[in-house]
Each structure stands twice: as C-alpha cells, then as structure tokens.
C-alpha cells in the first residue's frame, strides 16, 4: 500500500514557474516508479511525466517536454514535477501516482494515487 499527497498546485500567469510535489507514504519509496498526469475539464487523465525507481531516467509528455522536469528523493520519500513556461493549456488538476511497472505512460499501470492538486495558468 502507498499512500500519495500532492502540494504546491496554485494559480499563476503564463511564462510562470511552479513546483508540484508528492509526498509518499507505507511501501519502500524506491521500489516504485513514479508519475504524474493531468486532467483538465472536460478531458481524459493524460500522462505528464515518470521517473524510475532510481530517478536515473525519465520520460514526458511532447506537450511539456523542455518546459517540465520531474525527480524524486528517495531519502525524503518525495517525487517533484518543476514546471517552467507555463501556458494556459497546462491549466488541471495534477495527480502523483505509483507504479510497478518502471517509466510508463499508461494510467492503468499505476496502482496508486494522490488526491490532485489543482494548476490554473491565466492567459
């Protein structure tokens, strides 16, 4: 069982930073890899980023690759997604989640999630 909660969501302007971040709790942190995704009204969840157990590797969206850059702390047990150049298209509810399955990019493979926390870009 993991235990996932996300902090640091806001309302900022475009070309703004912000820096989400998951605080993890219950299994061995570095046995998982981690995720985030995204889910704006009206749309389906959609994958944002991951990062292996290690955080040696990482993968991301083509909608936020060069602005977005997550990592982790294994020894804080805490997983971060620094979003730079926000747009307004990045406006959502942002989701940390847990998976076995290392660096993928499908919801269903992530057993575990955090409750969201809202980003809202103005224009």
């Known amino acids: 069982q993991v235990h996932l909660v996300e902090s640091g969501g806001g309302l900022v302007q475009t070309g703004d930073s912000l820096r989400l971040s998951c605080a993890a709790s219950g299994r061995t942190f570095s046995s998982i890899s981690m995720g985030w995704f995204r889910q704006a009204p009206g749309k389906e969840r959609e994958f944002v980023a991951a990062?292996?157990?290690?955080?040696?590797?990482?993968a991301y969206a083509d909608s936020v690759k060069g602005r977005f850059t997550i990592s982790r702390d294994n020894a804080k047990n805490t997983a971060s997604l620094q979003m730079n150049s926000l747009k307004p298209e990045d406006t959502a509810v942002y989701y940390c989640?847990?998976?076995?399955?290392?660096?993928?990019?499908?919801?269903?493979?992530?057993?575990?999630w955090g409750q969201g926390t809202q980003v809202t870009v103005s224009s």
């Open positions: 989640a847990a998976s076995s399955v290392v660096l993928t990019r499908f919801s269903h493979d992530y057993n575990y």
């Open positions: 990062v292996s157990r290690g955080g040696g590797s990482t």
